[in-house]
């Protein structure tokens, strides 16, 4: 600690003064130097930021009793986890921690791989690489590293924590319905938010949904099918997804040009449309007259004619019917006199 900071109860343990972020009596800065400010407004269109408390009250509201804590020295508090593929949930919440109090120190303990992967199955990170992404939390003033799966009372004593923060939902393991029951009933549970919408395992999902892109996407940058182990079929696969794809990218960039042409070429036909049309609006009563004065008197002479024409066209019409029928007649009345007589 500083020098100009106020006397501590100086505890046992010298990680109890030793705080990342200075001063015991710690009031965060959303601006420091830490990190990103939470004031960004970026940030804010997302998520919804998180105080820094200025009150050592702790909820009353739970089922459980919780501990009034300690105010003459840094409040220890500790979070575990596996922390794979570590994302702004796992942030949001030990940033939850570090605020929940004005004078926080936080620890947080990390199960090793060979536990994890014995209970919950194989990670993407080693234990290694989660320990050191973890250490560059801009929260986080001590990781510990092969924490025990469930926490026991001999590791709250040894660390000195005052309260282990998690979500309160019960965690079943094989051992407890709980883990955290009997710090509960201790008094030295201190709650945090889940953040909705992520996972480890929801990330997971993302890349196993969309397996060929990355696929694609390594062996487009150098990766051989041996590095990504893949089969020679596979890698030809992906090769004919890579070319249907480009082709299909290429029918739509073509087709939203001709598109584009033909919308065009029809905005201008209709342009011309609509202009002739107007033109030969103007032009029709003047047409008319002119038509009119012109060939007026032969038009009603043809006209004329032509109604008077069907009324003698059909009695015309009607002779050569009647001569015919006569004919015929006569034709059937000579073949009758040629057998008769014969």
Known sequence: NSTNDPPTSAPSSPKLGASRCGSPLLTL????????????????????????STSYDVPTDKEYYINPPPRDRPVRLYCDGIYDLMHYG??????????????????VGMCNDKDTHARKGKTVQSDLERYESMRHCRWVDEVIP???????????????????????????????????????????????????????????????????????RNLERGMSPKDLNISFLKEQELNIQKQISAIRDQIKRNFQGTREDVVG???????????????????????VR???????????????RKRRDPEGTSQNAENPAKKTRKSSEKCVDDQDSEAASS
């Not at 905005?267 to 047409?287: G, N, P, S, Y």
């Not at 002119?290 to 004329?304: A, C, L």
């Open 29 to 52: 800065d959303p601006g420091s130097p830490m990190g990103l400010s939470d004031v960004d407004p970026n940030i804010l269109k997302c998520f919804k930021p998180i105080e820094v």
């Open 90 to 107: 796992h942030m949001r919440a030990l940033e939850q921690a570090k605020k929940s109090l004005p004078n926080v120190y936080l620890m």
């Open 146 to 216: 092969d924490a025990p799966w469930i926490v026991t009372q001999e590791f709250l004593d040894e660390h000195e924590i005052d309260y282990v923060c998690h979500d309160d939902l019960p965690y079943a393991s094989a051992e407890s319905d709980d883990v955290y029951a009997f710090v509960k009933a201790q008094g030295r549970f201190l709650p945090t938010q889940r953040t909705d919408g992520v996972s480890t395992s929801d990330l997971i999902t993302r890349i196993v949904r969309d397996y060929d892109k990355y696929l694609r």
């Open 265 to 287: 070429e029809l905005e201008d036909l209709k342009a011309e449309l609509r202009h002739t049309k107007v033109f030969w609006e103007d032009r029709r009563q003047d047409i």
């Open 290 to 304: 002119g038509f009119t004065s012109m060939f007026g008197s032969q038009v009603n002479k043809i006209f004329g």
